[in-house]
């Protein structure tokens, strides 16, 4: 008896863990939100494929590449016009930081995004 008890606990929380993991991983048909905090609090359960089924190409996207593999390990996506503030109005730009596959910074600016050599910080990277 006590033996079946154990079993019976085994399974009620294998199939809890199972409806846990199902939650946190959104399906294919799953829609990502585009209120500004419930798109901060899901964007990184997509994947890169799940966000362009929705939304598309992004406007620009710029890549950070390995240069001796030239495998990709970050990327910077901008979108326009994707997510509403709580009053409604749509933030111009969305900008999705990734390092290898996974969101892992949104920004929101009210600008279209755009930088020029002359607005930007240039680094240098000392000799070694």
């Excluded at 409806?19 to 585009?34: D, L, R």
């Excluded at 190409?57 to 994707?82: C, L, M, N, R």
């Amino acid at each position: 008896m006590k033996y079946l008890a154990y079993l019976f606990l085994g399974l009620l929380q294998a199939c809890f863990i199972q409806a846990a993991v199902a939650e946190e991983a959104p399906g294919n048909n799953s829609e990502i939100p585009t209120l500004e905090h419930d798109f901060v609090n899901a964007i990184n359960k997509f994947t890169k494929e799940q966000i362009i089924a929705q939304f598309g190409e992004p406007a620009k996207a710029d890549d950070v590449k390995v240069k001796t593999t030239g495998k990709t390990v970050a990327s910077i996506w901008q979108y326009h016009f994707i997510n509403t503030a709580a009053d409604g109005s749509y933030y111009e730009t969305t900008e999705l930081d990734f390092i290898d596959d996974k969101v892992v910074m949104v920004a929101f600016m009210n600008n279209d995004g755009a930088e020029g050599a002359e607005n930007g910080q240039q680094y240098q990277i000392p000799n070694q």
